[in-house]
């Protein structure tokens, strides 16, 4: 039992973070938000909330925009036995497993075969805490780092405050959580590298970081393996620079990449054909950490916070909140003091070279003044990961001194108490700098932090007295677990402030409006006028096509053709101002005809003699188009053009009917063709076959996105498909009737 009261404790202090989910059934996802801000769903609920459902935080809607719909495509085409290679519900198409996010190959997805969406989705959430606090609690301890002090580092893993920001992502910290036990694999494989348990702990290095990588998110990841690889060069030099363990891990790096290639192939393509960095301005406010946020490490809502709707700092707090609570804070640099150890001064180096390259310093520009690949579109803000894992670590290292010895420590919680009677005076006199109200809000969020340090200092003070005077260990012991109570208590608190639990009924509810919809679009897809309805993503849930997408990584034409068509003129020049999110509103361009656009959602009346009110629910308003064109179909006349400006500008030209005239990338020369009939017999995310007749030789055009990994057959001999009017597909087609079948593969 005692081996185990360290597990028991962490599952425990977690399942209170997660009381809700088990005493009330509520979800660890905003879902809040999607009745709360967005209609239809707010019309469904207007009845009795003529405002709106309140919602608890608005800064964490990504996870219901992004990752659960994601995950939700992802899983349905796996209990089907297919890749997850399409989505064809945003953007006109869009690859899914290649964005990465989506965690296609996640490992523990196997839990979606087992039980419910909705339970395992909330059941993963739940295993990033506790995950993240056994990993580390198993590190600690290898580091020969007493129980009480593995366990405090623990805790402050599992509730620090970049665990908090990202906890319902479901992809970011299980990311991150696999690094504890890919550090202590290194340490195993370094020092077992003569005997046999090498070999557990190659495959516990190899699975760790595949693990990670699938995960699914990219950057995390990145700081991971680097971080990692450090670590291992650090131990290689400190163990005598073992030429067998430099191969064995050059050998293990070479298992993974091959074990992670039908990932990082399909993302690497997608990368290259994306507008990934095209609207990101890394001199813009917020993409460093600006210094002044430093203290969120010591006040988290110094600043305000976005849940009590009075934040006033720069951009996005979740991007600044390094928080690991006061006392850890205080252990972590009395480690830094006065344990003059490798392990204090590397986990110590790795905290300030990794707030180094997050804030504003002439190093942490370079990668982006020298447009490094990657890096260069990387936000610095995320290695506020590996600056909190270290705090953890270090923190763990100081309480262990601390036990030991606490000779010094008054001198680190000097220094922190200096930092806070800056603070105070700084509230107290800084109306120079500060207008009256957000000094109003940073001196009452500066109370219970400040409470907190002087709640720490009594007990270190009582602490002390107390093992001198009082010999009896087990004294001792219940005083050292009353600072990881302390501990938890701060964490916990900062925790569920930030954090959703919302109603199940919430999570994407039907509608009248979605339900007609599905009813009638068809192979059509729908728009909005209004970021306030079906933000992006949405879509996806119902299996409703739309033009609008969400995506870090989107295609770089389809961005292009939605920028000139919000332009309104063959403009395609950067910046698009779509910042991750397209959003097209600009419903009386010829290219939303094009995209087959049947259905205009909006809030407020349209007149336009192209649209027909055909329904409403509320303020939500349905509108079909009257000229919108079919999603394939043949062409009379094939123009050849050489570059993509050239190709734009025709799309604009007035004189030729979309529907008459197909512009063609990498056609020999223009042509004219027979016009016939297309019908679309089967549509699937991986696959879409056609019905053809002509009499002569046709061209077909199908208006979802061109991307090479898709394959067209006709009658099952495969044909080259074309890149059409920019961004779309196009086929040569026999005279006569055909089957024609357009296919996605992994490569």
């Known amino acids: 039992m005692k081996k185990l009261f360290p597990f028991i404790f962490i599952a425990i202090v977690v399942i209170i973070f997660f009381s809700q989910l088990f005493l009330r059934g509520l979800l660890p996802i905003p879902s809040d938000t999607i009745i709360g801000l967005y209609h239809p769903f707010r ?101 020969k780092i007493s129980r009480p002090a593995s366990i405090l580092g623990a805790i402050i893993f599992s509730f620090c405050g970049f665990s908090v920001s990202w906890l319902e992502w479901g992809t970011v910290i299980h990311t991150a959580l696999w690094l504890p036990l890919v550090l202590l694999s290194i340490d195993e494989i370094v020092l077992s590298i003569k005997n046999r348990s090498i070999l557990f702990w190659s495959l516990v290095y190899t699975f760790s970081l595949t693990f990670s990588f699938f995960a699914g998110h990219l950057q995390t990841f990145f700081y991971l393996f680097i971080f990692s690889l450090i670590y291992f060069f650090a131990r290689w030099f400190q163990s005598g620079k073992n030429k067998r363990v430099l191969f064995t891990c050059l050998m293990l790096n070479t298992i993974f990449i091959i074990l992670t290639a039908a990932q990082w192939i399909p993302t690497l393509q997608f990368i290259l054909l994306s507008s990934r960095g095209i609207d990101l301005n890394w001199q813009g406010n917020g993409w460093f950490i600006p210094w002044e946020h430093l203290i969120q490490f010591i006040a988290p809502d110094f600043f305000g916070n976005p849940v009590t709707l009075n934040y006033f700092g720069v951009w996005n707090w979740a991007e600044f909140a390094g928080y690991v609570g006061v006392l850890p804070l205080i252990f972590a640099f009395f480690a830094l003091f006065f344990r003059r150890d490798r392990k204090a001064l590397f986990f110590g180096a790795a905290f300030f070279l990794s707030l180094i390259f997050a804030l504003p310093t002439f190093f942490s520009k370079l990668p982006f003044i020298l447009q490094i690949p990657f890096v260069d579109t990387s936000q610095p803000t995320r290695l506020l990961f590996i600056a909190d894992f270290s705090l953890a670590v270090l923190a763990a290292l100081g309480f262990d001194r601390f036990i030991k010895s606490a000779k010094g420590i008054f001198y680190s919680a000097g220094f922190i108490g200096l930092i806070f009677a800056t603070l105070w005076g700084f509230v107290t006199f800084g109306n120079k700098y500060l207008p009256a109200e957000h000094l109003s809000v940073a001196r009452q969020n500066l109370i219970f932090p400040t409470a907190m340090f002087l709640s720490a200092v009594g007990i270190i003070v009582f602490y002390l007295l107390f093992r001198r005077y009082v010999k009896r260990e087990v004294f001792i012991q219940g005083i050292l677990y009353l600072f990881i109570v302390i501990v938890v208590f701060d964490l916990l608190r900062f925790s569920l402030k930030f954090n959703s639990f919302t109603k199940k009924e919430y999570l994407f509810p039907p509608t009248p409006v979605i339900s007609f919809l599905q009813k009638n679009v068809g192979n059509f897809r729908i728009m909005t006028t209004d970021s306030r309805i079906l933000p992006p993503n949405f879509s996806a849930i119902y299996k409703l096509q739309s033009v609008d997408g969400y995506d870090p990584l989107y295609l770089r034409r389809y961005g292009e053709l939605i920028a000139a068509s919000e332009r309104g003129k063959a403009n395609i020049n950067p910046p698009f101002g779509f910042n991750r999110i397209i959003k097209p509103h600009n419903y009386s361009s010829e290219i939303i005809n094009l995209l087959g656009v049947k259905y205009v959602l909006s809030l407020t009346d349209l007149n336009d003699v192209n649209l027909t009110k055909v329904f409403q629910e509320g303020q939500t308003r349905v509108y079909e188009n009257k000229k919108v064109l079919p999603r394939a179909f043949f062409v009379s006349e094939v123009i050849k053009r050489a570059d993509k400006q050239s190709e734009m500008n025709m799309l604009f030209e007035k004189q030729k009917s979309l529907l008459d005239t197909a512009i063609v990338s990498g056609f020999s020369s223009s042509s004219n063709f027979e016009v016939g009939t297309a019908r679309i017999i089967k549509y699937e995310e991986n696959k879409v076959l056609i019905e053809t007749e002509n009499k002569g030789e046709g061209f077909l055009v199908l208006t979802d996105s061109f991307y090479p990994t898709w394959y067209a057959k006709i009658d099952g001999k495969e044909t080259k498909i074309y890149l059409v009017d920019f961004n779309f597909r196009g086929v040569i087609v026999p005279a006569g009737k055909h089957s024609i079948e357009f296919s996605a593969k992994m490569f």
């Open 43 to 143: 019309d469904l609920y207007a009845k009795d909330y003529p405002r709106g459902i309140p919602f608890k935080n608005s800064l964490i809607t990504d996870p219901v925009r992004q990752q659960y719909p994601w995950k939700q495509l992802v899983i349905e085409a796996e209990k089907k036995l297919s890749l997850p290679l399409w989505n064809p519900y945003n953007s006109a198409g869009t690859p899914l497993l290649a964005n990465f996010q989506s965690a296609a190959f996640y490992p523990l997805n196997i839990l979606f075969f087992i039980l419910p969406f909705n339970i395992v989705w909330s059941f993963l959430i739940f295993l990033e805490p506790l995950l993240a606090g056994i990993f580390l609690y198993f590190y600690l301890s290898h580091l």
